[in-house]
């Protein structure tokens, strides 16, 4: 794509900087150099996508091999999809802007079985076929990894090779084995390929059905079956994300993420995740301080999440969270624990958390009634999530979110009783003062997914499952309960992708031709397209979804051995029908779940006292004065399209990671003293933007320039800096505007030269018409010698009068032709005594 057309394509779409690559620690590489050009693709928004952990750890994995050049390119939003389509352009990589179908490989992360339409129309636009069968030489290989992929059959018909397990290992596997290729047959390298563990080439195993319809598959002479899953036997000896890209925009996760520990083994019964990731491997604590560390001196974040299946769960958290924090509370950085379970949550580690900025929590208490949560085995009582939620309300937390299912094995009437029974008492827990809390309650359809032990049981149908939702919906509508609850439509698909088949391939496409796209998003969810779909391909939801299956069945993902036995989820099946609880293996007896050889793996649990003698670095007070700098900066080229809080936020880390650090406010919610003079329009360059920094102590005035421009994007440049606070006081704005060249600019320029009065009517933000007079606001227009306009601007009180008035009220301009004007604000200039007496009378 060249820049010309990604300029024009960035001006009609929203939230532009999604699309522009070059945030801080991306990676761009000499094409010349590299022998092997891979995409990590993401098929959901770039917002969701960055803050994929994974995808992190993948990209500077394979990035710190010379020989291999790894990109990122993620769904485009619907308005950038149709403005490549109508323009004929592909869908390309951040960091390069090369088209996918040039890359060598491609690699999806399928975190998400909604996100699967998402892939067909990442692949369309990249002008790459669809099924792995009609891919020919030049096409880029497509493969995949991510959860999802533990049953890969649904999606199978479209990728050349799908990765199940941790990927760290495999994925360096496969960019070694293709180093190695000669470049013939992709056959041989797809041989190859399935040679390593965690591997699957789908086309190397044939699908047959039985007459009661279950899918059978027959693998080619030597190939693996099962297919088995990569385990990382210790995360402390792979790659690790120390310098992560800081997204640009609002990502969901805005924050420096720590994987503290994969796996978790209390042995929740409908949790895939719990199977899928063990045994229990927690990094060592002293590296965690060092990846913090590094990580928040390579991105300025200032907030740190601690992540993990469970993360009150890490043997030691008491200790680590106070080592994070006896580090990070002085720099203003919080930390949170975004995956916290009633019961590890302890009112020591509620102190810790709300030293810096009480971040929210979420309990997943899944059940009302005791006997349902044994049913799941979620070993959590009663007692518990009273005494959780007490303590949380008395360190000063009001708001809770807590997190229910519908449709779980055995439910009943009662079970659902006990959901607003329990929430109704808990309503009644009081803050301090006698005030009451706020409980956000959410509700979803329970999913059987593969691999566990609840994969037999049938998904509750649809119009049950409304039922359900739409009974507690009324009963909790209440003051102190915010209630809301997952589409259940939303979930049977989700369902219908957890424990389908090879024959699903076919809805896919139907669903894809038909428009579905961005299905996790329920703006864009349309389930009428997926009932529709699902007629066109004749295929039967229920036996799929909603029919329970014999244990002895054919699974469609019985090929895929993810180290769990088949005989201990049975066994966990009929204790879930006992109501038998399972402990939990971390720290105590092995409950023969089958993953751990005891010999290369076994779960890794760090003693507590590793945590409790952790190392704290703490700064020194600061001996030199606090200072006040107002800074000039230009925001030009790509940078144009930040908005204005993304330019706040990339210069408050560019501060940190400078080592400027910018004093804060006082109060509960201290905030960097940091203030921008101007919120420039999103599209105007500038030359003469501005802002005021409190520092907390001074650096040399010359200091300041070069260490900031190191630490800012390709766009935004520091100028000059002046100690002292400045005063904007009244201004006029100068702006130079390139008119297109068809226009002639002399004649509307005279006529307006000529004019007594100008008067323009606009309606503003809030939809009230405006009557404006520009030759009141307008202190100078005129053609510069470059041809280009001369533009001057009173910044008075009253409407603020853009540059875009001006092209539409003078020049007669469309507001989507004013949009492509480049505009740049060239200087700012303080009133003189004329233009004073003229706006003000004084
Ligand atoms: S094999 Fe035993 S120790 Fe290993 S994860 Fe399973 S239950 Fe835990």
Sequence with gaps: MTPDSLQDVLESVEHPSRYLGGEINSVRKDPARVSLHLALAFPDLYEIGTSHFGMQILYEILNRDPRISAERVFAPAPDMDQALASRGLPLVSLESRRPLADFDIL????????????????????GIPLRAAARGPRDPL???????????????????????????????????????????????????????????????YEAHYDEQGFQHLIPAAGVPLPVRRAVVADLDQVGFPERPVVPFGRPVHDRLRLEIAR???????FCQAGMLYRPVRQRAPGRLMEMVRRGLASTGYEDVSLLSLSTGDYVGINGLTAALMAECAPRHIAVSLPSLRIGS?????????????????????????????????????EVDVFQTLQDAFDLGWQTIKLYFMIGLPTESEADLEAIVDLVGRLRRLKLPKKRRG????????????????????????LAAARAKIDGLRRQLTRPGIQFKWQNPEVSLIEGLWARGDRRLAPLLEEAWRRGCRLDGWSQFFRFDRWQEAVAAAGIDMDFFTTRPRDLDEPLPWDHVAIGVDKAFLQEEWHRALAQTLTGDCRQGECQGCGVCDFSTLAPVVHPEKEAAALEVKVEPAPTEPPAVFRLRFHKVGAARFFGHLETAGIFQRAFRRAGLAVAHSGGFHPKPRLAFDDALPLGLESEAEFVTVHLERRPKTADIIPALNRQLPEGLMVVAALEGKGSSGAEVFQYRLDLPLALS???????????????????SAKGRLQRIDLKQVVSQMALGDDGKVILGIYQVDGPSVRPTDVLKGVFGLTSEEAARVRVCKTDVTPLSGMERQRCFGN
């Design 107 to 126: 690699g999806f992360s399928l975190l998400y079985e909604l996100n699967y339409t998402n892939v067909l129309a990442m692949l369309e636009r990249a």
């Design 142 to 204: 497509v493969i995949a990894g991510g959860p999802c992929t533990c049953n890969p059959e649904p999606v199978a018909a479209f990728f050349d090779a799908m990765v199940i397990g941790d990927g760290e290992e495999v994925v360096v596997a496969m960019a070694e084995a293709w180093l190695a290729w000669d470049r013939g047959h992709r056959r041989d390298l797809l041989e190859a390929w399935s040679r390593i563990e965690g591997v699957y080439v789908p086309a190397f």
């Design 263 to 269: 796996g978790c083994t209390r042995g929740c019964r």
């Design 345 to 381: 949550l302890t009112p020591e580690l509620m102190e810790q958390i709300r030293r810096v900025r009480k971040t929210g929590f979420t309990f997943a208490v899944e059940a009302g009634s005791q006997r349902l949560r044994d049913v799941i085995n979620k070993n959590i009582t």
């Design 438 to 461: 706020q409980l956000n309650v959410s509700v979803a359809t329970f999913i059987p997914k593969a691999h566990t032990p609840f994969q037999w049981t049938g998904q509750e149908p």
């Design 745 to 763: 600019a002399a004649e509307p320029l005279a006529l307006f030269q000529q004019a007594d009065a100008w008067p323009l009517e606009r309606c």
